[in-house]
């Protein structure tokens, strides 16, 4: 038995084309997943994109974790030394390139020189630390989506244009869709029994108001099908007679200048969309 365990000692384990897949598929998950979440535009007047030298420790992590498995281990510094020198492919290449890479280098260095037999049994931890530790992780994780749904992802409309999510979930919640949720769900349902569900999808985008455009229209008290002649009549209309200098006392004056807000806000939705589409129509021609 003792002579056994000497051996193992001494022979590293042999190549395991499963673990080593593994380790590589859940790296690279890790790593993604972190580069997905860091916020393209600043939030707050900060540049986050500084977070991307910290992609090698999840590149990391996700390599030692698998590779930690059943009866080996090993360290996470290797992978962690690998990781990082591969990070100067992203100043290079592209991401999706620099990332593979790197992940298959940290996975190499970590099968090389890191990972060794388990000889000694591995202390169990108490149940309630397990499961704090599990719930920790999984709460990480599920911040990391959460970043990059709030922050960088984003849908698209049926002229192709593109709306960041947040806002486009903002626009939901003031649309006609909503305020009469019951009934747009009874309609959908009939729509997609008789258009079927790819024309029903189209529909669905259009009734949630991504842009706010049905919400703008709502605002100014005109039909979506007004020209931007009636658009800009309406607006000036409306700013005139709600313009928070008219109003006497102060409570009137905040409700003024709440009222006006929206008003120019919708204005300028109305005038973007305007423009966009007459620069788009100008191309096609």
Not at 30 to 41: G, H, L, N, Q, R
Not at 228 to 242: D, G, P
């Amino acid at each position: 038995m003792n002579q056994n365990i000497q051996n193992q000692e001494k022979v590293t384990p042999p190549f395991s084309t499963l673990r080593f897949t593994g380790m590589t598929v859940v790296a690279y998950l890790w790593s993604t997943v972190a580069s997905m979440a860091i916020p393209e535009d600043d939030v707050g007047s900060i540049n986050w994109k500084y977070l991307h030298f910290f992609l090698p420790i999840a590149c990391a992590l996700g390599v030692w974790s698998v590779g930690n498995i059943g009866h080996e281990t090993g360290t996470p510094w290797w992978s962690l030394a690998a990781a990082y020198a591969c990070y100067p492919l992203f100043w290079y290449v592209d991401e999706s390139t620099a990332c593979t890479v790197m992940v298959l280098v940290s996975a190499m260095a970590f099968d090389t020189l890191s990972k060794q037999w388990q000889t000694k049994p591995k202390p169990r931890k108490r149940f309630l630390r397990r499961c704090l530790t599990i719930g920790a992780c999984a709460l990480l994780y599920s911040s990391l989506w959460g970043s990059y749904l709030y922050f960088n992802a984003k849908i698209t409309d049926g002229e192709g244009e593109e709306i960041p999510l947040n806002e486009a979930v903002h626009h939901f919640f003031k649309s006609p869709w909503w305020v009469d949720v019951k009934q747009s769900l009874v309609d959908t349902w009939e729509f997609a029994q008789q258009h079927g569900w790819y024309e029903t999808w189209s529909q669905i985008v259009e009734l949630s108001d991504p842009f706010g455009e049905q919400n703008a229209f709502k605002v100014l008290g005109i039909s979506q099908m007004a020209r931007q002649s009636e658009i800009n009549s309406a607006c000036r209309h409306l700013s005139v007679k709600y313009h928070p200098d008219k109003a006497k006392g102060e409570e009137e004056k905040k409700i003024a200048q709440t009222k006006f807000y929206e008003i120019q806000q919708a204005c300028e939705l109305l005038s973007n969309k305007h423009a966009k589409r007459r620069q788009k129509n100008q191309r096609s021609q």
